[in-house]
């Protein structure tokens, strides 16, 4: 078991290549071998680009570094076996096709014992919640699977520096408290010295003794949690900061679109399933679904992880063919005199149903925020000023006007899943299918994201919503599917 590490940053800074402004600045830190710390700040504001820094994996045509920034007074790169990071993105992390494989990949490129190692596993999974048989395919797992097996490959190797980057955002609630709770242990029986950003502060604020806040990339306080928490000048929530107890209000939502003479108003619902089974290939997840998606309305799908929420959505986007039963649109949204979503053409799915996946590096196909907003309006044909007004309001609205020339790949997990929802935006289409839109928003992102949802249901559009996200679900939801195991 190693020992914990030290963390040291002395003036270091960072600034990813084609982006205007740096992403960490001249930060001066020492994180003492053992600390427990809660690294917050809002969306953008370089916490994550710190632990990838610590881990060793930003290269040098990623960016730039200034200052220093050490590990065990060595740089992060020379340390690399100390430290485990869990990436925010954890489908980016799975390396083997079965689920014991991947936990043990990391403790084999450490050297572990083989004897070791296969006892190490077990315990590791278990640990995380990820009751699954070591033979069962990673690429069957759902996102928050993917989530717990990335920690469970981290907590097996047990080193020194733990690093993680939103270990909780796609998890069912019993899952928080699961992967919370395995971290405690290991940290615990370890000493290991932890950094975690999240933006779900109440789950971590009574396992870390301290708490770094970064705001544009600087260092703005540090300290107790409960002093730090307390916010007694209000700079914290005014940056975006969730803060325990507190959530931001939203405004409240208008008259049912039908009851205002909008266009999409139907006397039936816009998107209905009969006697719906669901599943990938020849494998059924669920059976017997009835799903009823009316104008002005968002319908939520609640569930534990790998319950189907993820593929029902598809599902019901047209993106994977029914394995028994029918989806059909109400008859103004058919296309070609075609009712069933999976028989449209992708240009016919633009203006129809448009879907966010769960893992927005899916989504992205060009090098630059603004080419992927254009994207989809190009498709309807859309040029010169009808293109910009299509666009611009989308990356003011959405905070994103700073990164239009930034790769889409080098932004947060939370600008990248702004920018997945405003891509389908940018199409306006009649229904918004959504895979856990509110993931990694901090709290003023998240209100903005919550309100411009509210005023399309507003105008008549519908929204599929499968979220873990109580807070979003309460304020927009107006009736939930839950699936159950």
Same mark, same amino acid.
């Given at each position: 078991?190693?020992?914990?590490a030290?963390v040291?940053a002395r003036g270091w800074?960072w600034?990813?290549a084609g982006?205007r402004?740096p992403?960490v600045?001249?930060?001066?830190?020492?994180i003492?071998?053992?600390?427990r710390?809660?690294?917050l700040?809002a969306?953008?504001?370089?916490?994550?680009t710190?632990?990838?820094?610590l881990a060793?994996?930003?290269?040098?045509?990623?960016?730039?570094?200034?200052g220093e920034?050490?590990?065990d007074g060595?740089?992060?790169?020379?340390?690399?076996?100390?430290t485990?990071?869990v990436?925010q993105?954890?489908?980016?992390?799975?390396?083997?096709a079965r689920v014991?494989?991947?936990?043990a990949?990391g403790?084999?490129?450490l050297?572990?014992?083989?004897?070791?190692?296969?006892r190490?596993?077990?315990a590791?999974?278990?640990?995380?919640?990820?009751?699954v048989?070591l033979?069962h395919?990673?690429?069957?797992?759902?996102?928050g699977q993917?989530q717990r097996l990335?920690?469970?490959?981290v907590?097996?190797?047990?080193?020194?520096?733990?690093?993680?980057?939103?270990?909780?955002?796609?998890l069912d609630p019993a899952?928080?408290a699961e992967?919370?709770?395995?971290?405690a242990?290991s940290?615990?029986?370890?000493?290991?010295t932890?950094?975690v950003?999240?933006?779900?502060?109440?789950?971590?604020?009574d396992?870390?003794?301290r708490v770094?806040?970064?705001?544009?990339?600087r260092l703005?306080?540090d300290g107790?949690?409960?002093?730090?928490?307390?916010?007694?000048s209000g700079s914290?929530?005014?940056a975006?900061v969730w803060?325990?107890?507190?959530?931001?209000? /939203?405004? *409240?939502r208008?008259? !049912?679109?039908?009851? &205002?003479?909008? =266009?999409l @108003?139907t006397?039936e619902? $816009?998107?209905a399933?009969?006697g719906?089974?669901?599943?990938r290939g020849r494998?059924?997840?669920?059976r017997?679904?009835e799903v009823?998606?009316?104008?002005?309305r968002m319908l939520?799908?609640?569930?534990v992880?790998?319950?189907?929420?993820?593929?029902l959505?598809?599902?019901?986007?047209?993106?994977?063919p029914?394995?028994g039963?029918?989806?059909r649109?109400?008859?103004?949204l058919a296309?070609r005199?075609?009712?069933?979503?999976?028989r449209?053409?992708?240009?016919?799915?633009l203006t129809?149903l448009?879907t966010v996946f769960?893992?927005?590096?899916?989504?992205?196909?060009t090098?630059?925020?603004?080419?992927?907003?254009?994207?989809?309006?190009r498709?309807?044909?859309l040029?010169?000023?009808?293109?910009?007004e299509? /666009?611009? *309001?989308?990356?003011? !609205?959405?905070r994103? &006007?700073a990164? =239009?020339? @930034?790769?889409?790949?080098t $932004?947060s997990?939370?600008?990248k899943?702004?920018?997945?929802?405003?891509?389908v935006l940018?199409?306006a289409?009649?229904?918004?299918?959504l895979?856990e839109p509110?993931?990694g928003?901090?709290?003023r992102?998240?209100?903005?994201?919550?309100a411009?949802?509210?005023?399309?249901?507003?105008?008549?559009r519908?929204?599929?919503a499968?979220?873990?996200?109580?807070?979003f679900l309460a304020?927009?939801?107006?009736?939930?599917?839950?699936?159950?195991?």
């Amino acid at each position: 078991m190693d020992a914990p590490a030290l963390v040291e940053a002395r003036g270091w800074g960072w600034r990813h290549a084609g982006r205007r402004e740096p992403a960490v600045v001249d930060l001066e830190v020492r994180i003492g071998p053992g600390e427990r710390v809660l690294v917050l700040g809002a969306s953008g504001s370089g916490k994550s680009t710190l632990l990838a820094a610590l881990a060793g994996v930003l290269g040098d045509e990623e960016g730039a570094a200034t200052g220093e920034l050490l590990v065990d007074g060595l740089p992060p790169a020379a340390s690399r076996g100390r430290t485990g990071l869990v990436l925010q993105d954890p489908d980016a992390q799975v390396v083997l096709a079965r689920v014991g494989d991947d936990v043990a990949f990391g403790c084999e490129n450490l050297g572990v014992p083989r004897e070791e190692i296969w006892r190490r596993v077990p315990a590791a999974l278990e640990d995380v919640g990820l009751r699954v048989p070591l033979e069962h395919p990673t690429g069957r797992l759902s996102g928050g699977q993917k989530q717990r097996l990335a920690l469970a490959g981290v907590l097996a190797m047990r080193p020194g520096l733990v690093l993680l980057d939103e270990p909780t955002a796609n998890l069912d609630p019993a899952g928080v408290a699961e992967v919370r709770d395995a971290v405690a242990r290991s940290v615990v029986a370890s000493s290991a010295t932890l950094l975690v950003v999240e933006h779900h502060v109440a789950v971590w604020a009574d396992l870390v003794d301290r708490v770094l806040v970064l705001e544009r990339g600087r260092l703005v306080a540090d300290g107790p949690p409960d002093r730090v928490l307390a916010d007694p000048s209000g700079s914290l929530a005014a940056a975006g900061v969730w803060l325990p107890g507190r959530r931001p209000p /939203v405004p *409240p939502r208008a008259p !049912r679109a039908a009851e &205002t003479g909008s =266009a999409l @108003a139907t006397d039936e619902p $816009l998107l209905a399933a009969d006697g719906l089974a669901v599943g990938r290939g020849r494998s059924v997840v669920r059976r017997d679904l009835e799903v009823r998606v009316e104008a002005g309305r968002m319908l939520g799908l609640t569930g534990v992880n790998g319950s189907g929420k993820t593929t029902l959505a598809l599902t019901l986007g047209g993106l994977l063919p029914p394995l028994g039963g029918l989806v059909r649109s109400a008859p103004a949204l058919a296309a070609r005199g075609r009712r069933e979503p999976i028989r449209w053409r992708s240009r016919e799915l633009l203006t129809r149903l448009g879907t966010v996946f769960q893992e927005p590096d899916h989504q992205f196909l060009t090098g630059s925020v603004r080419a992927e907003l254009e994207v989809g309006p190009r498709a309807l044909g859309l040029r010169g000023a009808a293109l910009a007004e299509r /666009v611009d *309001p989308l990356l003011e !609205r959405l905070r994103l &006007t700073a990164l =239009a020339t @930034a790769n889409p790949f080098t $932004l947060s997990g939370g600008e990248k899943r702004r920018l997945s929802v405003a891509t389908v935006l940018a199409t306006a289409p009649a229904i918004l299918v959504l895979d856990e839109p509110t993931f990694g928003q901090d709290a003023r992102t998240w209100a903005e994201l919550v309100a411009l949802l509210a005023a399309l249901l507003d105008d008549g559009r519908s929204i599929v919503a499968a979220s873990h996200d109580a807070a979003f679900l309460a304020v927009l939801a107006d009736a939930t599917l839950e699936l159950t195991p």
